[in-house]
């Protein structure tokens, strides 16, 4: 009884002194002349879509969604207005020295290192509920005879109390998708003043044996919450029609299943195997009989 009340202390011990790390760090001093340094990096848009990109990848760990500290390990609250009120050039010589478990981000190149920075500012404007806007994403699919076809996003943003709003210069990612991964229809897409984004579609694209390709449409903007959409359309060209796909057919190919591999391939397939378990057992039968021969 005694012991499994001391293993319950210990645990308590050792939880609150997990939470006291989390709570509070040391005051963080930055020289002077690097707190002055001004963000040169323009703040617009694409700049703290980028920025939201990297910290997604390189912060949320340790810092959070949200920015709020609390990812798989604990460490700072970026949305407090204590942090909030630090000058750009401290962030920057914060995120790139260093301190115990927040390691110097050095590799960064220092552009990156800004944009963030202008991202990590959208975190002491808005609550929680403003950053995660619901978005809406409609597609539609323009076929045009003469020229290349066309791809149509709209996105609407709807309020917590149902009220729709034109989603204006928010970003949209527009693919193509391939085998592996995504082709990208184009570069930093955001809806113009309608909420629209529209693109073309290169016709040579290589489809499926019907010369179906799919779209995938995704509203990607660190504001809203992630959407997705995919549309089958025959756009493409049919692999049927293609060397490639022609190659695909071929009998001899290696990635045919067996109903078209020739005879021939299964003779020397079995008649392998079967020789080299008969060496196997011939071996281990070797060595029987020399056991046999050594314990007599
Ligand atoms: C391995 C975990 C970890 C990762 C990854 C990490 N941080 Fe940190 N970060 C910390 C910890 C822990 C602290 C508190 C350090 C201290 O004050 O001693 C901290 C502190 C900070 C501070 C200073 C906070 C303040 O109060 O002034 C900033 C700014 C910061 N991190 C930004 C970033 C950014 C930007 C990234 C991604 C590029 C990042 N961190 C990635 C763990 C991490």
Redesign the pocket.
């Known amino acids: 009884m005694k012991s499994k009340y001391r293993n319950l202390l210990v645990l308590v011990l050792i939880l609150s002194s997990l939470t006291l790390m989390s709570a509070d760090?040391?005051q963080?001093d930055v020289p002077a002349d690097a707190a002055i340094v001004k963000n040169p990096v323009e703040n617009n848009k694409m700049a703290v879509e980028e920025g939201a990109t990297?910290?997604k990848t390189?912060?949320t760990?340790?810092?959070g969604a949200l920015g709020k500290g609390d990812?798989a390990?604990?460490?700072?609250?970026?949305t407090t207005d204590?942090?909030q009120s630090?000058t750009d050039g401290?962030?920057f010589y914060?995120?790139t020295t260093g301190?115990?478990?927040?390691?110097a981000?050095k590799t960064?190149e220092k552009e990156s290192?800004w944009k963030?920075i202008h991202f990590?500012r959208s975190f002491g404007k808005k609550t929680t509920d403003e950053i995660k806007k619901h978005a809406e994403l409609k597609v539609t699919l323009i076929e045009n005879d003469n020229a290349d076809n066309e791809v149509l996003a709209h996105v609407n943003i709807v309020l917590k109390d149902g009220k729709e709003i034109i989603a204006d210069n928010v970003k949209v990612g527009l693919y193509v998708k391939r085998y592996f991964g995504l082709l990208p229809l184009g570069e930093n897409l955001y809806t113009d003043s309608n909420g629209d984004i529209k693109v073309s579609v290169p016709a040579d694209l290589p489809g499926d044996t019907d010369g179906n390709i799919i779209i995938v449409s995704k509203v990607e903007d660190s504001e809203c919450t992630p959407v997705e959409q995919t549309n089958t359309v025959k756009w493409g060209i049919s692999t049927a029609e293609t060397e490639w796909g022609k190659t695909w057919k071929s009998t001899r190919a290696l990635w045919r299943t067996n109903d078209k591999l020739p005879f021939w391939d299964y003779i020397l397939y079995f008649g392998i195997t079967i020789g080299i378990w008969i060496g196997i057992i011939y071996v281990l039968l070797l060595v029987r009989k020399i056991k046999k021969l050594s314990d007599a």
């Open positions: 760090f040391p963080w990297l910290f390189q912060c760990a340790c810092h990812g390990i604990a460490s700072a609250n970026l204590a942090f630090q401290a962030i914060k995120i301190r115990g478990v927040m390691p981000f960064l290192v963030i990590l």
